[in-house]
């Protein structure tokens, strides 16, 4: 007899997460982005794949769509500094150079890590660098 079956899709959220990071990883930025979105469709309140799309965000350029991930992210966990990290980066590249330096300085506070001091550093040459002109 035929009939129409339909196929649950059996991975986890984690599952998706962790193939679009393979995919990402491969450099294929559209299959990444699809499966962290599958992933947040089945666990909307796990900060990590929303961490990770605005990686992929960023990479594409798309600075807007990043930070906006990157705020979801800690929207579902507060003290990830990593989000903090790449939005303060974001925010440099945006010329918002007041949000970044915030964004940063919070990050630091959890955890002086060696890339975050980098940001930083970048942050506040870049701002100097601005105001001068």
Partial sequence: MLGIHVVED???????NDLGFSYETRGNLELAEKE??????KDKDWYLPYFNLGNVYYQKGQLDKAALHYRRSLERKPDHSDSMN??????????????ARR???QAIAIEAKPEYLDTR?????????ESKK
């Fill in 36 to 41: 962290y979105k599958k992933a947040i469709q």
């Fill in 121 to 129: 550093h970048k942050i506040l040459q870049q701002g100097a660098g």
């Fill in 86 to 99: 790449n939005l303060a980066f974001v925010r440099m590249q945006q010329k918002r150079y007041d949000q």
């Fill in 10 to 16: 059996s991975l986890t959220a984690a599952d998706h």
């Fill in 103 to 105: 964004w940063i300085d």
